[in-house]
Structures are given as structure tokens and as C-alpha cells.
């Protein structure tokens, strides 16, 4: 049970994903207005936006590769889950905001888990079996 790079790889970027869908949360938080809350998504939204879609289809084809890694399979689907609520909320015009925001955070919470599993504990335990391996003859 060892750690490949691949797999790695596709945690830290689902990590990314669930970390931008965690961030939209903030601009219903914090008390904008209409212009500030523009002025924020075009300066900071967009390049995230154009950085974000490569990294989840990224993602989605290392865990297709990596299909015996079932959190990220769960994972992958937690982004098309997202990626569906943005069409359905802001092109097709489906679901309210606030629907929309519920939808965001069920899916970012399974990618939250399971990269924090990931990151404390599952990786370190592959690591540590891969290094008791490696000093028995």
C-alpha cells in the first residue's frame, strides 16, 4: 500500500475544489452590496473560476484512473453534483440562491472528510506500511 504521486495529486486538487466551494460561502455571509459583491467576483471570482475548472476536470480523470480509490470517486461526484447546481442555478435559473447554497455545501463537506482523512491519516499510515517494507528483508 503505497502512496502513488497520482493519487496524491488528485487529493491536493479536490482539496483546492473544496476549498473554493467552502470560500462561496463567504459572500453570503459577509454584508455586501450589489457593486462590491461584483467588483469582488470579477477581480478575485473569475481567475479562481478559470483555475478551478481545469483542476476538476483533473481531478475527476485521476480518480477515474485511480477507480480502486473510492473517496475519490465520491469525490468526483461531489463535483458534478457542484458543477450541475451552477448550471441549474445560474443558466437554466432551477434553484434559488439559497438552494444553491445548500447544494454547494452538501457537496463540499464528503470532499472536506475525506481530504481530511486523507491528509492526517490514511496517507501517513500508506507511508509508514511502505517504509516498514522497505527496511525487512
Known amino acids: 500500500m503505497s502512496v502513488r504521486p497520482g493519487i496524491n495529486l488528485a487529493y491536493w486538487l479536490f482539496a483546492w475544489i473544496a476549498l473554493v466551494l467552502c470560500a462561496l460561502d463567504l459572500f453570503y455571509i459577509l454584508p455586501l452590496d ?38 475519490l470517486l465520491a469525490m468526483s461526484a461531489s463535483v458534478v453534483l457542484a458543477f450541475l447546481v451552477l448550471i441549474a442555478s445560474d443558466e437554466w435559473s432551477l434553484v434559488s440562491d439559497q438552494v444553491a447554497v445548500a447544494l454547494y455545501n452538501a457537496a463540499a463537506v464528503p470532499m472536506v472528510i475525506l481530504c481530511v482523512k486523507w491528509f492526517t491519516y490514511t496517507r501517513k499510515r500508506a507511508a509508514r506500511h511502505t517504509e516498514a517494507e522497505e527496511i525487512e528483508p
Open 34 to 71: 450589489g457593486s462590491d459583491l461584483q467588483a469582488i467576483a470579477i477581480i478575485v471570482g473569475i481567475p479562481i473560476l478559470l483555475v478551478s475548472i481545469p483542476v476538476g476536470l483533473i481531478a475527476i480523470v485521476l480518480s477515474v484512473i485511480h477507480r480502486r480509490e473510492w473517496p
